[in-house]
C-alpha cells in the first residue's frame, strides 16, 4: 500500500476529484483536510498559504493509473500537474508519494 498526498489550490474541487477516483476504483481509503495552512519563510517574511490536502490510500500499482487519470480528467485546470512528479518519502509501513497541484 501507498499514501498519496494531493495539495490542491482552493479552486478545485477535492470532493470531485475524490469521488472520481474512488467510483474508478483508485483509490482504497480517502481523507480531505480542507484549509490546512502551511508556513515558510521567503525573504525574512513568513508566508502563510491555504490549500486543500488529500491523503489517500492505494495500491502501489495503481499509481500509474492515477497519475494518467488525474492528468487526463482534470489537466486542463491543474497545469502544474504535468510537471508534478511524486516526491517519494519512506515511512514505516508506506511509501508516500505528494503531488503539488
Known sequence: ?????IYLEQTINAQH???????EQLF???TIDKENVSYKIENGEIVTTIKTVITAQTK???FTQIDNFIKE???AHIPHLAQAIAK??????YLSYQYYI
Open 1 to 5: 500500500m501507498v499514501n498519496i498526498i
Open 17 to 23: 476529484l475524490v469521488e472520481d477516483l474512488l467510483k
Open 28 to 30: 482504497a481509503n480517502v
Open 60 to 62: 502501489s500499482l495503481l
Open 73 to 75: 480528467k482534470y489537466g
Open 88 to 93: 517519494r518519502c519512506l515511512c514505516v509501513h
